[in-house]
């Protein structure tokens, strides 16, 4: 049950939204004062009162029940006190019939978003960089999904440009069919970089009559295109699998080669297109911006030309609710502007197109070694990350069965809890020995955790029941109000777009949780207490598996 709601829904202050009072409501840092807090501050200006005053008056007006028990107004705030029997009785039986579905809800049921992340580029290497979109957008795939949304995860592959023709004169120059077949997408990548670094004037000119056959449909050129891509595709879907991502749509740039022309039609019709040194452009000048190149001098298309075609698509296909886009702030002005365009062009819906911007992420260890120069691919940060939660496994718990299939577990949790720990926008630094701490605000404490809580509920051998009026201790009380938190939590977190917010979550539940685990006894109680214990166990574990399943990250039994 969400107590926030409840105690919105009987507040009432003239010109306060319900909803502007239901997300001021907080969790007061001390317990003493309250459960939950309502600070009057900031209505003192439309009231005309100090929050003082504010306070007292909602104190007097407000009549208790058997949800919330008492109410006090001390220096503009006015504190509440939940019932805490009721409360703990009903979440913990909550949580124990929903199980896996504890947090979900149907709030979003009717509701299309579209979710633009990973959009790998083909023939390039899938690198670090490439880390938070994939693993922001998997975590808000599932988030939504939970919250009852129809969601459609997009793979806006990058499969469109003249590095293609560049490729391919490279293979047909130095390539081998067996060599790039067996080495992948490193091999191409080598290719690549080859070109890059040795092509004279007569390889460029091949390489662009090369892009131009494969524009023009040519059978040659276009076979070896879709080898290249299918050989990318492989290679990523075996890290998606890892990471627990799914797309329903790998719809990339390329596709929309034949929907930009309606595009560009309606905007001269609409008097946007502006010719500008010969290119055509949407001037967005009085809106501070820099003008939206529609299509170049020779009559190319750009980037911005296809998202607007695929906005376009997207919301005729899957007419979403909204359409967010996981990419980096280095795209900020991008898509500044193609909203913008949208705008112009009267949609309203433009509206509800939204940058998720993420900040970038670098390894501590800069010099670490990598095939390709200094690119840094993913597989190889997820490949180090799992050998060395082995090491670590190895030398905490030797005689551990599977080994291994922890440490996956364990390692690709590091990973994408490193990822997603932090706000998103915030540059971070990516350290291995951070990640995969036992002590930090990690996903390792968190599944240790996990595998504290089981190891009781195994040796205690019987699952506990909540007892009727159980009245529980401070300790046990701070686990069942975090406890409780989990669905507004889950709320705020897609609201915001910030998958960190459950993150955070675990890990401040695991430290509740061993806070109890510490103080109070829990297989030597007896009675009441006991099964009491047991079933607060039983709901720490479950509600931790339904939080890190959100963000992809499995939880091994033991550890
Ligand atoms: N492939 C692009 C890149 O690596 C990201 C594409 C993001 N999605 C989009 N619709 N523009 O930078």
């Not at 886009?325 to 898509?335: E, G, P, R, T, W």
């Not at 009267?346 to 120069?373: F, I, N, P």
Request: hydrophobic share 40%; proline share 3%; aromatic share 12%.
């Amino acid at each position: 049950m969400d107590y926030k709601k409840y105690i919105a829904e009987r507040i009432k202050l003239d010109g306060v939204e319900e909803d502007e009072i239901y997300s001021s409501i907080a969790l007061p840092p001390n317990s003493e004062m309250g459960d939950y807090a309502l600070p009057c501050f900031k209505f003192a200006k439309v009231l005309r009162k100090s929050p003082a005053i504010i306070a007292e008056d909602l104190k007097s007006a407000y009549i208790t029940d058997d949800v919330i028990s008492e109410v006090s107004a001390i220096n503009g705030y006015l504190n509440f006190k939940v019932n805490k029997i009721g409360l703990t009785k009903a979440v913990l039986n909550d949580i124990i019939t929903e199980g896996a579905k504890y947090g979900s809800s149907v709030d979003g049921s009717g509701k299309t978003i579209c979710i633009d992340y990973s959009s790998v580029n083909i023939a390039k290497p899938f690198h670090i960089g490439h880390l938070s979109t994939t693993v922001i957008g998997g975590a808000l795939y599932k988030l939504y999904k939970f919250l009852g949304y129809n969601v459609v995860g997009i793979n806006h592959l990058g499969d469109y440009g003249t590095q293609f023709g560049k490729l391919i004169c490279a293979y047909k120059h130095w390539g081998n069919k067996d060599e790039v077949e067996r080495g992948g997408i490193h091999a191409i990548n080598d290719l690549y970089v080859r070109f890059n670094n040795d092509a004279d004037e007569s390889m460029e000119r091949e390489a662009r009559e090369y892009f131009r056959l494969i524009e023009s449909g040519d059978k040659e050129a276009n076979e070896i295109f879709e080898w290249f891509k299918s050989l990318t595709l492989k290679y990523v879907n075996g890290i998606y699998e890892k990471l627990g991502v799914t797309f329903d749509s790998y719809a990339g740039e390329r596709f929309y080669t034949d929907k930009m022309q309606p595009v560009i039609d309606e905007l001269r019709e609409k008097n946007l297109l502006k010719e500008s040194e010969g290119a055509k452009i949407v001037d967005l000048d009085k809106y501070g911006m820099p003008p939206c190149l529609i299509l170049r001098s020779d009559g190319a298309s750009l980037y911005a030309t296809r998202d607007l075609a695929a906005a376009f698509y997207r919301k005729k296909t899957y007419g979403f609710h909204k359409c967010l886009y996981v990419v980096a702030y280095q795209q900020n002005l991008h898509f500044k502007q193609i909203f913008k365009v949208l705008e112009l062009m009267g949609y309203e819906w433009a509206k509800d197109m939204v940058h998720v911007a993420y900040g970038m992420v670098s390894l501590e260890d800069g010099a670490m070694s990598t095939r390709k120069g200094k690119v840094i691919w993913l597989e190889d940060v997820i490949n180090k990350c799992v050998e060395k939660a082995f090491a670590v496994i190895q030398e905490k718990n030797p005689n551990l069965e599977n080994k291994s299939e922890i440490a996956e577990k364990v390692g690709i949790g590091a990973v994408i809890f490193g990822a997603l720990y932090n706000n998103k926008i915030k540059d971070i630094v990516f350290s291995y020995d951070k990640v995969l701490s036992f002590e930090g605000e990690t996903s390792v404490y968190v599944q240790y955790t996990c595998a504290r809580a089981n190891s009781v509920l195994m040796k205690s051998g019987n699952v506990g029941t909540v007892p009727e009026n159980y009245q529980p201790n401070a300790q046990e009380f701070e686990v069942v109000k975090q406890l409780a938190a989990f669905p507004e939590i889950l709320t705020e977190a897609a609201d915001k777009y910030e998958p960190c917010y459950i993150a955070r979550y675990a890990v401040d539940l695991s430290q509740k949780f061993n806070k109890f685990y510490f103080d109070c006894k829990i297989l030597t109680a007896e009675g009441d207490a006991k099964s009491f214990r047991l079933a607060l166990t039983q709901a720490v574990l479950q509600t931790l598996k339904n939080a890190l399943s959100i963000l992809g990250i499995g939880v091994p039994d033991k550890m």
